[in-house]
T-cell receptor
Framework: AQSVTQLDSHVSVSEGTPVLLRCNYS??????LFWYVQHPNKGLQLLLK??????LVKGINGFEAEFKKSETSFHLTKPSAHMSDAAEYFC???????????FGKGTLLTVNP | GAGVSQSPSNKVTEKGKDVELRCDPI?????LYWYRQSLGQGLEFLIY????????KSGLPSDRFSAERTGGSVSTLTIQRTQQEDSAVYLC????????????FGDGTRLSIL
């Protein structure tokens, strides 16, 4: 069994300030973890993935995430927010069968000018 | 094309009608998935196809829902006798099918049942 909890349904930041989107997971297997972003009326775009290699994962558009097994966390960060980062972000876990993804409920990121 | 293609992008239909949603995966991707995204339920897994293996239909919410994948490529999701609770965005994804490979999503079909 696996589950994902995104701790904030909505995060609001000012442009140029850091972004932190929090995610905790639970999995009976060694998980693969992903962050996806969804802009309005679009599908989900992969930001980054963790698959048991380096614990600090770098993704596209300056995002990165750190896998912390002891805390069962996989938080997403970015040093400086841009207006174009405003979107919904999903933390996703897969394990066991490796194809069935379990999605968090999403965090809506608002970036203020 | 380079990405997963879904059609139509929007579909409005009357309750009780049947609808067909189409997904064209990335060329060479052997695995194909359907998900449903709705306000109350978030993102839900519906069905998974991998090569010539029997599909995993464990996420289909009722027997009104069915899907097929012809020739290991294009897939069609069919909803019969649509109900208002079927209103949602239906997302298709594909992957290389090997373990830990990320899924690539289409832009979805927004289905509205009147």
């Amino acid at each position: 069994a696996q589950s994902v909890t995104q701790l904030d349904s909505h995060v609001s930041v000012s442009e140029g300030t850091p972004v932190l989107l929090r995610c905790n997971y639970s999995s009976s297997y060694s998980p693969s973890l992903f962050w996806y972003v969804q802009h309005p009326n679009k599908g989900l775009q992969l930001l980054l993935k963790y698959t048991s290699a380096a614990t600090l994962v770098k993704g596209i558009n300056g995002f990165e995430a750190e896998f912390k097994k002891s805390e069962t966390s996989f938080h997403l960060t970015k040093p400086s927010a841009h207006m174009s980062d405003a979107a919904e972000y999903f933390c996703v876990v897969s394990g066991g069968s490796n194809y069935k993804l379990t999605f968090g409920k999403g965090t809506l990121l608002t970036v203020n000018p | 094309g380079a990405g997963v293609s879904q059609s139509p992008s929007n579909k409005v239909t009357e309750k009780g009608k049947d609808v067909e949603l189409r997904c064209d995966p990335i060329s060479g991707h052997t695995a194909l998935y359907w998900y449903r995204q709705s306000l109350g339920q978030g993102l839900e897994f519906l069905i998974y196809f991998q090569g010539n293996s029997a599909p995993d239909k464990s996420g289909l919410p009722s027997d009104r829902f069915s899907a097929e994948r012809t020739g290991g490529s294009v897939s069609t999701l069919t909803i019969q006798r649509t109900q208002q609770e079927d209103s949602a965005v239906y997302l298709c994804a594909s992957s290389k099918g090997q373990s830990h490979q990320p899924q690539h999503f289409g832009d979805g079909t927004r289905l509205s049942i009147l």
